[in-house]
């Protein structure tokens, strides 16, 4: 049976595979290459120290370290307040990169992730603009306006679910533009956005905008945009259904008795939270919000404001603007205003000011009616001047501020205050965004306590007399009666070291002990005495700590017994950190002196309250320092 | 072990009471102490917490023991271990099956190109018009015979024959036959077959044998024929010097029962969109009516396998195997127009067959002598898929319901419920071509008819599961009988329809009743 040769075989010229029309473009490639660099680099300088840690980072990391570590969900229980999505991508970042073995805390581990995020997120921004046309300069000047902002670069660096969801938003809408119009395309459209919203909620805001640029993007009555419909459509209904279908395999469907439920998380996102009052309202949460946003940057919230209005009558970028409008519209509502709320805005506000600006240049270059020019010019000088100034006179501090200032050193050196002060097997109220770090450093995870837990979930216990020490941060002191755990320790305890000052300090409270201090003049007293002993050889600082009572009197106990021994020159009373700034007392003495062993022996031969922490020699000198009281 | 204190245990100091500083030694090598007494409260030796006054420390307050450390749920024994497995392994397959039924039916939409390429061109050709034998197997079609032969003839194009093939024993269809012939002597010739036992494909070769066209265009004796499809036809061919033209069936008869929308629907899935899918991929089960073939490759091939109750399928796979290139055509106005079997037995009936066809053709093994392995995989996987899919209907409820009685892990039961993605989406796309169909031919959509084909989807793969097991208790009988269908009426009969062996069995369809 002869076989045709039919390797030439005839198909239909029409089906024949169109060469790609956006070819890769190596002017492109190289623009968003020198881009990428520099956003990333600018994200990373200072990723560690700046902004401070705070408590919703390390709920996520902590989140995303259970998974993989503990085997749970969540390292407390469930409640359904977002799906879990999020912090499931944070927890396969971590199981690829182990970057939390590396990192310097749990939460810089987070922030890398952060910046591997908005790389990506820049990479499809620069493919969503020029899938909408927009010439190379406009593509670059959305980039920087989504990746340079210090409200930008703050907020992106932060570990918030909703960086996590902007790569899938602008995925999908890279997706929704695909230039062969490929149905495949479309259903991926569909997964991604569910993804997107699976991973915050709060992109399903979005929708509108999303079905916007699926209509646009479907025109054409081939008989695409049904089956684009049904396909992207189903995909997206059903993602949302696995997550509802999660809940009930778990039998969390519905509230009942001893277990959360998914119905009670929707209602508590959407009705159940304290409402942020409206923003221009002096004194109210939404306020202070919209203030911190201000005080990082100007520019971009004046840039949203004026030109999502005339994006409307862009048609290139109108669905953006649409969306922009809604996100502001979602600013003026008097309910619950989430503080990262504003990362949905910055892709749209980058698209729509570029997008803006590009069709004015473009209406320019057209050369239309000379009124309709001139105006534009004008517009855009004005426009394009006033932007490059505010910008160059707002940005640079804030920048500095993101990248040198160490505005994270009160966590960190609280951090390593506890690992080295703190016993291991005490109970601890903290700030989550320490819970991780001082597990991994040994502690029992029971021992460990978010401060958020003990009067919310059954499992926890709560009673501020269950607990020995708490961790202060600005979240924690922030809403004192919604917790009477946390308010009942905070008034019960006594602060032993403090780090930082005002509002970012972070503090390390000890709970049992109070504030009045009624050995303060026996302190004096003995003190006044020891200097007084000839066998040692005081300096003046010294002397004043002695005579002020500030030094710890087992610490004045066992320098009267090493007086006892030889004359000793006493070098200094050194200040550990933090602790001075919460009134302690000096534990540590340097001491200078004949046979430095002995005297050391003698002293790790002590019991109970007089042995030391350390003793250490080096030379004549031997560094003594007591356990914190 | 004690060690030898310094200066013994260092009692408190009594500065709780501002007593300058005295340590009293309580060990032997007892240092001397140094300060000044200023008080003579004595030094009491003991912990740091004691009170020179004797108050006892101050006990710590009772505490709540922390919670229990929470294990994680229990190692599961081997048994279930064993089910949780094959539970993953079926959703994972049945996953599959579903996923690539979808993914062909949406063939014809992948890119607005890729639907303009399933029509017909739009402007007409001018190559050369290949002269086009027309053949018309009937019996016992009396009432319709006729009028088809009537509209053949009066298609718009020049150089077309007719045969009207019709069998010795049958004078009545003869007669309309030979009427028409007369109305329309040089269009319409008949041929009598004289073959025992009748059936489809050898009259069709008893008619090979008179053909004088270039080619051979196979229609049904009750087909509606569109005039301008024989010269759309001749265009494509020109267009793609292709060796096959497969036309476009459609099904009408949407409104007649719940089944018959499915039945339709399938039609229009099948031609309009998973045929150009096997045509591109070189593997094709053709179908057996509005298929044009080029004659001298016919005549090369030996025409149609008269043993196979599929024998459009065979003819098909043949085709492919020998690397012949197939083109398939779907324009909603120029479909051939056709009936859903009439009651729910024949539609089984009529699975029944095309299952058993199938099977043989897989068992005859022809489709072997494709050229690539991937070709195979898709001939072995294509000529399974009604019972793949009939069973991949049965087993979703099924694992779901396993799922939700017994205790599994809750990964175990998200992933099973996976099979239902493709499900649901199928379901949101048959809607959408519904919407199309009703679009395209003018027909009302009610919603009646949309919760006809969402109800309806579990039930119609119950129907074809029986039909597939059926076929396969027939095939492992070694039966392949032709089985009557019933009939009320004059009414169209599905194209299929092939009589095997049985002495005087009816061809095509009886008005007679068994």
């Known amino acids: 049976m002869a076989t045709i040769d039919r390797t030439n075989s005839p198909t239909l010229a029409v089906v024949a595979e169109p060469r790609l029309r956006d070819r890769v473009d190596v002017r492109s490639l190289v623009v968003l290459g020198v881009l990428?660099?520099?956003?990333?680099?600018?994200?990373?300088?200072?990723?560690?120290?700046?902004?401070?840690r705070i408590d919703d980072e390390g709920t996520y990391v902590a989140q995303a370290w259970a998974v993989l570590n503990l085997g749970e969900l969540t390292h407390y229980t469930y409640w359904y307040d977002h799906p879990p999505v999020g912090w499931l991508q944070l927890a396969g970042f971590f199981a690829l990169t182990g970057v939390v073995e590396h990192a310097p805390n749990a939460v810089v581990a987070g922030r890398i992730a952060m910046v591997v995020v908005q790389a990506v997120s820049v990479v499809l921004l620069w493919v969503l603009t020029r899938r909408l046309e927009f010439s190379r300069w406009a593509a670059a000047l959305a980039v920087v306006l989504f990746s340079v902002s210090p409200l930008a670069l703050q907020y992106h660096r932060t570990v918030y679910l909703d960086n996590i969801a902007t790569p899938w938003i602008l995925a999908t809408f890279v997706l929704l533009l695909n230039p062969r119009r490929r149905l495949v395309a479309y259903a991926a459209a569909g997964l991604t956005f569910a993804v997107a919203v699976l991973t915050k909620e709060t992109t399903l805001l979005l929708l509108p905008a999303v079905a916007w640029v699926f209509w646009r993007a479907t025109a054409g009555g081939s008989g695409i945009r049904r089956y684009a419909l049904a396909v992207s459509g189903s995909v997206f209904v059903l993602a949302g259904a696995f997550y509802v279908l999660f809940a009930a395999v778990k039998g969390e469907l519905v509230p009942g008795p001893d277990h959360t439920s998914l119905w009670e998380g929707i209602r508590y996102q959407l009705g159940g939270r304290e409402a942020s009052g409206l923003v221009w309202q002096e004194g109210t949460l939404g306020n202070r919000t919209l203030s911190i946003w201000l005080a990082l940057d100007t520019v971009l919230p004046v840039l949203a404001v004026v030109l999502a209005p005339v994006g409307v009558f862009v048609r290139r970028v109108r669905p953006f603007a649409v969306g922009l409008l809604i996100l502001l519209a979602m600013l003026l509502r008097p309910g619950y205003l989430p503080v990262p709320f504003v990362?949905?805005?910055?892709?749209?506000?980058?698209?729509?000011?570029?997008?803006?600006?590009?069709?004015?240049?473009?209406?320019?270059?057209?050369?239309?009616?000379?009124?309709?020019?001139?105006?534009?010019?004008?517009?855009?000088?004005?426009?394009?001047?006033?932007?490059?100034?505010?910008?160059?006179?707002?940005?640079?501090?804030?920048?500095?501020?993101?990248?040198?200032?160490?505005?994270?050193?009160?966590?960190?050196?609280?951090?390593?205050?506890?690992?080295?002060?703190?016993?291991?097997?005490?109970?601890?109220?903290?700030?989550?965004?320490?819970?991780?770090?001082?597990?991994?450093?040994?502690?029992?995870?029971?021992?460990?306590?978010?401060?958020?837990?003990?009067?919310?979930?059954?499992?926890?216990?709560?009673?501020?007399?269950?607990?020995?020490?708490?961790?202060?941060?600005?979240?924690?002191?922030?809403?004192?009666?919604?917790?009477?755990?946390?308010?009942?320790?905070?008034?019960?305890?006594?602060?032993?070291?403090?780090?930082?000052?005002?509002?970012?300090?972070?503090?390390?409270?000890?709970?049992?002990?109070?504030?009045?201090?009624?050995?303060?003049?026996?302190?004096?007293?003995?003190?006044?005495?020891?200097?007084?002993?000839?066998?040692?050889?005081?300096?003046?600082?010294?002397?004043?700590?002695?005579?002020?009572?500030?030094?710890?009197?087992?610490?004045?106990?066992?320098?009267?017994?090493?007086?006892?021994?030889?004359?000793?020159?006493?070098?200094?009373?050194?200040?550990?950190?933090?602790?001075?700034?919460?009134?302690?007392?000096?534990?540590?003495?340097?001491?200078?002196?004949?046979?430095?062993?002995?005297v050391r022996d003698a002293l790790s031969a002590q019991r109970g309250a007089y042995l030391p922490d350390s003793v250490a020699v080096s030379g004549s000198q031997l560094t003594v320092q007591f356990p914190i009281s | 072990m004690p060690r030898r204190p310094f200066a013994a245990v260092l009692t408190t100091l009594t500065f709780l009471l501002g007593v300058p500083s005295g340590i009293a030694l309580a060990a032997p090598a007892a240092a001397a102490v140094a300060a000044t007494p200023t008080s003579t409260t004595p030094l009491v030796q003991g912990d740091a917490g004691a009170d020179p006054f004797g108050r006892p420390a101050p006990q710590p307050e009772p505490r709540t023991e922390r919670p229990a450390e929470v294990t994680p749920a229990t190692v599961h024994s081997w048994w279930s271990l064993g089910g949780f497995t094959a539970l993953v392994v079926v959703s994972l397959l049945l996953t599959g099956v579903a996923g690539t039924t979808l993914a062909w039916m949406l063939h014809a939409w992948r890119t607005p190109q890729h639907l303009e390429a399933t029509r017909f061109s739009r402007t007409p050709g001018t190559g050369r018009r290949p002269r086009f034998s027309l053949l018309v197997p009937a019996r016992h079609e009396e009432d319709v015979l006729g009028e088809t032969l009537d509209r053949l003839a009066a298609v718009e194009y020049d150089d077309v024959e007719i045969l009207a093939i019709v069998g010795h024993d049958d004078p009545g269809t003869e007669a309309v036959a030979r009427a028409a012939s007369t109305r329309h002597p040089d269009r319409v010739r008949v041929v009598v077959d004289h073959s025992v036992p009748k059936n489809k494909p050898k009259a069709l070769n008893t008619a090979l044998l008179e053909v004088t066209g270039d080619v051979v265009g196979v229609m049904d004796a009750e087909d509606e024929v569109h005039p301008h499809l024989l010269s759309n036809v001749a265009d494509r061919f020109a267009e793609t010097r292709a060796d096959v033209v497969q036309g476009g069936v459609q099904l009408m008869n949407l409104h007649s029962s719940w089944w018959s929308l499915r039945n339709v629907l399938e039609y229009y899935f099948w031609f309009r969109s998973r045929l150009h899918f096997h045509a591109g991929a070189k593997f094709i089960p053709l179908g057996g009516n509005t298929v044009f073939l080029r004659t001298h490759l016919l005549k090369t091939l030996d025409g149609w396998d008269a043993e196979c109750l599929a024998e459009d399928c065979e003819l098909g796979v043949?085709?492919?195997?020998?690397?012949?290139?197939?083109?398939?055509?779907?324009?909603?106005?120029?479909?051939?127009?056709?009936?859903?079997?009439?009651?729910?037995?024949?539609?089984?009936?009529?699975?029944?067959?095309?299952?058993?066809?199938?099977?043989?053709?897989?068992?005859?093994?022809?489709?072997?002598?494709?050229?690539?392995?991937?070709?195979?995989?898709?001939?072995?996987?294509?000529?399974?898929?009604?019972?793949?899919?009939?069973?991949?209907?049965?087993?979703?409820?099924?694992?779901?319901?396993?799922?939700?009685?017994?205790?599994?892990?809750?990964?175990?039961?998200?992933?099973?419920?996976?099979?239902?993605?493709?499900?649901?989406?199928?379901?949101?796309?048959?809607?959408?071509?519904?919407?199309?169909?009703?679009?395209?031919?003018?027909?009302?959509?009610?919603?009646?008819?949309?919760?006809?084909?969402?109800?309806?989807?579990?039930?119609?793969?119950?129907?074809?599961?029986?039909?597939?097991?059926?076929?396969?208790?027939?095939?492992?009988?070694?039966?392949?009988?032709?089985?009557?269908?019933?009939?009320?009426?004059?009414?169209?009969?599905?194209?299929?329809?092939?009589?095997?062996?049985?002495a005087s069995v009816d061809l095509v369809t009886d008005r007679q009743t068994a």
């Open chain 1, 343 to 598: 990362i949905a805005l910055l892709p749209l506000v980058a698209i729509v000011t570029a997008g803006v600006a590009q069709s004015a240049v473009g209406m320019v270059r057209r050369k239309g009616s000379r009124l309709v020019t001139g105006i534009l010019v004008a517009a855009l000088a004005v426009g394009g001047a006033g932007t490059a100034s505010a910008a160059a006179a707002t940005w640079p501090t804030q920048l500095r501020g993101l990248t040198i200032a160490p505005l994270d050193a009160p966590v960190t050196d609280a951090q390593a205050w506890i690992a080295q002060n703190v016993p291991d097997d005490v109970r601890l109220l903290v700030d989550d965004s320490l819970w991780v770090d001082l597990v991994r450093a040994g502690r029992d995870r029971r021992d460990v306590v978010w401060y958020y837990k003990p009067d919310t979930d059954a499992a926890v216990t709560s009673g501020w007399q269950n607990y020995d020490w708490i961790v202060t941060s600005d979240s924690v002191r922030s809403d004192p009666t919604s917790f009477p755990t946390v308010q009942g320790a905070l008034a019960n305890s006594r602060t032993v070291a403090q780090f930082g000052e005002g509002d970012r300090r972070v503090e390390v409270r000890r709970i049992g002990a109070t504030d009045d201090d009624p050995l303060a003049a026996a302190r004096s007293q003995a003190g006044a005495a020891l200097a007084a002993n000839p066998r040692l050889d005081l300096d003046a600082t010294a002397t004043g700590l002695l005579q002020d009572g500030r030094v710890d009197p087992r610490l004045m106990t066992v320098l009267a017994g090493v007086a006892g021994r030889a004359s000793f020159t006493v070098r200094e009373f050194p200040a550990v950190p933090g602790e001075d700034a919460a009134d302690g007392l000096r534990r540590t003495v340097v001491l200078d002196g004949p046979d430095p062993q002995a």
């Open chain 2, 318 to 502: 043949r085709l492919s195997s020998r690397g012949y290139s197939v083109v398939v055509a779907y324009d909603p106005e120029l479909v051939t127009r056709e009936e859903t079997p009439p009651t729910l037995r024949s539609l089984v009936k009529q699975r029944t067959r095309w299952c058993q066809g199938f099977l043989q053709v897989l068992r005859k093994g022809i489709w072997r002598e494709l050229p690539s392995r991937r070709q195979r995989w898709l001939a072995r996987y294509t000529l399974s898929m009604p019972f793949l899919q009939a069973f991949t209907g049965l087993l979703i409820p099924f694992s779901i319901a396993m799922v939700l009685f017994a205790k599994v892990p809750t990964w175990v039961s998200l992933l099973s419920f996976v099979p239902l993605v493709p499900t649901v989406v199928t379901m949101a796309v048959e809607l959408a071509g519904l919407l199309e169909f009703g679009r395209a031919y003018s027909v009302r959509i009610r919603v009646r008819d949309v919760l006809g084909l969402l109800l309806g989807t579990f039930p119609y793969q119950v129907v074809l599961a029986v039909a597939a097991v059926r076929a396969v208790i027939r095939e492992a009988q070694g039966d392949s009988s032709w089985e009557k269908t019933e009939h009320t009426g004059a009414h169209r009969t599905p194209a299929t329809e092939v009589d095997v062996r049985t």
């Open chain 1, 36 to 52: 990428l660099v520099l956003t990333t680099a600018l994200q990373l300088w200072g990723v560690a120290r700046s902004p401070q």
